[in-house]
């Protein structure tokens, strides 16, 4: 039986080299981490709480905006 759509998982991330998190839906990148301050809030966030509602709120967070 397949999950409920409430529980699929959407949204993935890739911290690359040069510090920047790439945040992405459905294999589409939806949003850009960069910083010194801003990426490691996100990956502590990460490990704190369920990623897909931390990547849904980050991804909200930088919607339309160049980080």
């Given at each position: ?44 966030d990460l490990e704190d709480g369920d990623a897909q509602?931390?990547l849904a709120r980050w991804a909200a967070l930088t ?5």
């Amino acid at each position: 039986m397949p999950a409920p759509a409430s529980r699929t998982r959407l949204l993935g991330y890739e911290h690359r080299a040069d510090g920047t998190v790439v945040i992405t839906r459905a294999c589409r990148i939806v949003a850009v981490v960069r910083g010194d301050a801003r990426v490691p809030r996100l990956l502590d966030d990460l490990e704190d709480g369920d990623a897909q509602d931390v990547l849904a709120r980050w991804a909200a967070l930088t919607a339309g905006t160049a980080l």
